[in-house]
Protein backbone atom coordinates (compact mmCIF):
# COMPACT_ATOMS: atom_id res chain seq x y z
CA UNK A 1 0.00 0.00 0.00
CA UNK A 2 2.97 2.36 1.32
CA UNK A 3 5.25 1.63 -1.80
CA UNK A 4 1.95 2.07 -3.93
CA UNK A 5 1.09 5.69 -2.28
CA UNK A 6 4.98 6.52 -3.01
CA UNK A 7 4.78 5.47 -6.49
CA UNK A 8 1.34 7.97 -7.12
CA UNK A 9 3.04 10.58 -6.11
CA UNK A 10 6.35 9.83 -8.23
CA UNK A 11 3.99 9.83 -11.16
CA UNK A 12 2.18 12.79 -10.37
CA UNK A 13 5.13 14.72 -9.71
CA UNK A 14 6.67 13.28 -12.72
CA UNK A 15 3.81 14.37 -15.09
CA UNK A 16 3.76 18.13 -13.43
CA UNK A 17 7.41 18.43 -14.90
CA UNK A 18 6.19 17.32 -18.25
CA UNK A 19 3.50 19.85 -18.54
CA UNK A 20 5.88 22.63 -17.22
CA UNK A 21 8.20 21.41 -19.76
CA UNK A 22 5.35 21.81 -22.08
CA UNK A 23 4.32 24.78 -21.63
CA UNK A 24 7.59 26.66 -21.39
CA UNK A 25 8.80 24.80 -24.93
CA UNK A 26 5.98 25.91 -26.86
CA UNK A 27 6.21 29.68 -25.31
CA UNK A 28 9.62 29.68 -25.79
CA UNK A 29 11.03 26.54 -28.16
CA UNK A 30 12.95 23.82 -26.53
CA UNK A 31 16.34 25.08 -27.87
CA UNK A 32 16.13 28.28 -25.89
CA UNK A 33 14.89 26.73 -22.12
CA UNK A 34 17.08 24.66 -20.10
CA UNK A 35 16.98 22.78 -16.86
CA UNK A 36 16.77 25.69 -14.62
CA UNK A 37 13.97 27.25 -16.21
CA UNK A 38 11.94 24.38 -15.74
CA UNK A 39 13.22 23.85 -12.42
CA UNK A 40 12.27 27.49 -11.40
CA UNK A 41 8.66 27.11 -13.34
CA UNK A 42 8.14 24.07 -10.98
CA UNK A 43 9.04 25.35 -8.35
CA UNK A 44 11.25 22.14 -7.97
CA UNK A 45 15.13 21.73 -7.19
CA UNK A 46 17.39 20.36 -9.85
CA UNK A 47 18.03 17.01 -7.44
CA UNK A 48 13.95 16.85 -7.79
CA UNK A 49 14.42 17.25 -11.64
CA UNK A 50 17.21 14.08 -11.95
CA UNK A 51 15.11 12.17 -9.97
CA UNK A 52 12.46 11.63 -12.64
CA UNK A 53 15.07 13.01 -15.78
CA UNK A 54 18.43 12.37 -16.76
CA UNK A 55 18.60 15.21 -19.04
CA UNK A 56 16.59 18.16 -20.31
CA UNK A 57 16.87 16.09 -23.61
CA UNK A 58 14.79 13.25 -22.30
CA UNK A 59 12.33 16.17 -20.90
CA UNK A 60 11.82 17.10 -24.53
CA UNK A 61 10.77 13.82 -25.91
CA UNK A 62 8.49 12.77 -23.25
CA UNK A 63 6.65 16.68 -24.09
CA UNK A 64 7.17 15.47 -28.31
CA UNK A 65 5.42 11.93 -27.14
CA UNK A 66 2.42 13.97 -25.09
CA UNK A 67 1.90 16.11 -28.16
CA UNK A 68 1.61 13.14 -30.24
CA UNK A 69 -0.69 11.14 -28.03
CA UNK A 70 -2.66 14.23 -27.83
CA UNK A 71 -3.10 15.07 -31.17
CA UNK A 72 -3.84 11.39 -32.41
CA UNK A 73 -6.62 11.25 -29.54
CA UNK A 74 -8.13 14.51 -30.93
CA UNK A 75 -8.37 13.00 -34.66
CA UNK A 76 -9.65 9.96 -33.55
CA UNK A 77 -12.61 11.56 -31.57
CA UNK A 78 -13.80 12.56 -35.27
CA UNK A 79 -13.63 9.24 -36.44
CA UNK A 80 -17.49 7.74 -37.03
CA UNK A 81 -16.77 3.94 -37.77
CA UNK A 82 -20.24 3.49 -39.09
CA UNK A 83 -19.57 5.57 -42.10
CA UNK A 84 -18.04 5.08 -45.35
CA UNK A 85 -14.14 4.52 -45.31
CA UNK A 86 -13.52 7.75 -47.23
CA UNK A 87 -15.24 9.51 -45.19
CA UNK A 88 -14.33 8.49 -42.25
CA UNK A 89 -10.45 9.39 -43.72
CA UNK A 90 -12.42 12.68 -44.99
CA UNK A 91 -13.43 13.05 -41.41
CA UNK A 92 -10.10 12.21 -39.75
CA UNK A 93 -7.98 14.87 -42.36
CA UNK A 94 -10.59 17.43 -41.56
CA UNK A 95 -10.21 16.85 -37.83
CA UNK A 96 -5.97 16.94 -37.78
CA UNK A 97 -6.64 20.26 -39.55
CA UNK A 98 -8.90 21.74 -36.77
CA UNK A 99 -5.90 20.42 -34.15
CA UNK A 100 -3.68 22.50 -36.37
CA UNK A 101 -5.56 25.45 -36.10
CA UNK A 102 -6.38 25.39 -32.46
CA UNK A 103 -2.81 23.63 -31.51
CA UNK A 104 -0.77 25.85 -33.67
CA UNK A 105 1.96 25.65 -31.29
CA UNK A 106 2.28 21.96 -30.84
CA UNK A 107 2.26 21.31 -34.45
CA UNK A 108 5.24 23.83 -34.09
CA UNK A 109 6.67 21.50 -31.55
CA UNK A 110 6.66 18.56 -33.68
CA UNK A 111 8.15 20.16 -36.67
CA UNK A 112 11.03 21.94 -34.51
CA UNK A 113 11.30 17.87 -32.49
CA UNK A 114 11.77 16.38 -35.81
CA UNK A 115 13.94 18.85 -37.51
CA UNK A 116 16.37 19.20 -34.78
CA UNK A 117 16.47 15.50 -33.43
CA UNK A 118 16.66 14.11 -37.22
CA UNK A 119 19.33 16.21 -38.26
CA UNK A 120 21.48 15.67 -35.14
CA UNK A 121 22.41 13.06 -33.35
CA UNK A 122 21.14 12.03 -29.73
CA UNK A 123 20.66 9.93 -27.27
CA UNK A 124 20.25 6.34 -28.83
CA UNK A 125 18.11 5.13 -25.70
CA UNK A 126 15.71 8.18 -26.12
CA UNK A 127 15.64 7.48 -30.01
CA UNK A 128 14.44 3.71 -29.67
CA UNK A 129 11.79 4.79 -27.07
CA UNK A 130 10.00 7.25 -29.47
CA UNK A 131 10.89 4.91 -31.88
CA UNK A 132 9.05 2.26 -29.89
CA UNK A 133 6.38 4.39 -29.20
CA UNK A 134 5.44 5.39 -32.60
CA UNK A 135 5.38 1.84 -33.71
CA UNK A 136 3.73 0.00 -30.86
CA UNK A 137 1.21 2.52 -29.82
CA UNK A 138 0.35 2.67 -33.94
CA UNK A 139 0.54 6.53 -33.86
CA UNK A 140 1.31 6.99 -37.39
CA UNK A 141 -1.30 3.82 -38.86
CA UNK A 142 -4.82 5.12 -37.12
CA UNK A 143 -6.01 5.17 -41.13
CA UNK A 144 -5.87 1.84 -41.62
CA UNK A 145 -8.82 0.36 -40.03
CA UNK A 146 -11.08 3.30 -42.31
CA UNK A 147 -8.72 2.31 -45.47
CA UNK A 148 -9.42 -1.46 -45.24
CA UNK A 149 -13.10 -0.29 -44.56
CA UNK A 150 -13.21 1.61 -47.68
CA UNK A 151 -11.69 -0.87 -49.77
CA UNK A 152 -14.76 -3.17 -48.08
CA UNK A 153 -17.76 -0.63 -49.31
CA UNK A 154 -15.91 0.34 -52.44
CA UNK A 155 -16.12 3.86 -51.48
CA UNK A 156 -12.14 3.51 -52.05
CA UNK A 157 -9.41 2.08 -54.70
CA UNK A 158 -9.64 -1.77 -54.59
CA UNK A 159 -5.92 -1.92 -54.93
CA UNK A 160 -5.01 0.34 -52.23
CA UNK A 161 -1.98 -1.23 -49.73
CA UNK A 162 -3.61 0.17 -46.14
CA UNK A 163 -0.31 0.43 -44.45
CA UNK A 164 1.22 2.25 -47.56
CA UNK A 165 -1.60 4.36 -47.91
CA UNK A 166 -1.76 5.29 -44.47
CA UNK A 167 1.94 6.43 -43.95
CA UNK A 168 1.31 8.58 -47.40
CA UNK A 169 -1.17 10.31 -45.80
CA UNK A 170 0.07 10.89 -42.98
CA UNK A 171 3.18 11.81 -44.19
CA UNK A 172 1.28 14.24 -46.75
CA UNK A 173 -1.09 16.25 -44.23
CA UNK A 174 1.62 16.50 -41.40
CA UNK A 175 4.17 17.62 -43.65
CA UNK A 176 1.15 20.43 -45.19
CA UNK A 177 0.53 21.50 -41.77
CA UNK A 178 3.76 21.84 -40.34
CA UNK A 179 4.98 24.24 -43.34
CA UNK A 180 1.88 26.78 -42.86
CA UNK A 181 1.57 26.62 -39.51
CA UNK A 182 5.46 28.25 -39.62
CA UNK A 183 4.82 30.39 -42.59
CA UNK A 184 2.48 32.06 -45.00
CA UNK A 185 2.22 32.73 -48.63
CA UNK A 186 1.01 35.33 -50.00
CA UNK A 187 0.55 35.46 -53.93
CA UNK A 188 0.19 38.56 -56.53
CA UNK A 189 -2.94 40.17 -56.07
CA UNK A 190 -4.70 38.07 -53.32
CA UNK A 191 -3.53 35.81 -50.29
CA UNK A 192 -2.72 32.45 -50.05
CA UNK A 193 -4.80 31.29 -47.04
CA UNK A 194 -4.41 28.50 -44.32
CA UNK A 195 -8.02 26.96 -45.75
CA UNK A 196 -7.06 27.12 -48.47
CA UNK A 197 -4.15 24.93 -48.69
CA UNK A 198 -5.31 22.21 -46.26
CA UNK A 199 -8.67 22.20 -48.22
CA UNK A 200 -7.17 21.75 -51.56
CA UNK A 201 -5.06 19.12 -49.93
CA UNK A 202 -7.47 16.96 -48.34
CA UNK A 203 -8.69 17.17 -51.98
CA UNK A 204 -6.18 16.03 -53.78
CA UNK A 205 -5.59 12.93 -50.62
CA UNK A 206 -9.16 11.13 -51.60
CA UNK A 207 -8.98 12.30 -55.46
CA UNK A 208 -5.89 9.84 -54.78
CA UNK A 209 -7.63 6.93 -53.18
CA UNK A 210 -11.40 7.15 -53.83
CA UNK A 211 -12.87 4.56 -56.24
CA UNK A 212 -13.95 7.09 -59.15
CA UNK A 213 -16.59 3.80 -60.01
CA UNK A 214 -18.73 4.64 -57.29
Request: charged letters at 30%.
Amino acid sequence: MSESWHEKIKNKNREEIIQTGKELFLKYNFINVNIKDVCTLSGISRVTFYKHFKSIDELIFEVQMDIIRHMVQFIKSEDRCEASGKDRIIAMLNAWINFAKEYKNEIKFIFLFDFYYGAYDSNEELKLKYENFILEDDMSDFFTDAINKGITDRSLKSDLHPTKTGYYMFQTIMGVLQRVSYTSLPIKDEVLTFDDITETVVEMIISSIKNIEE
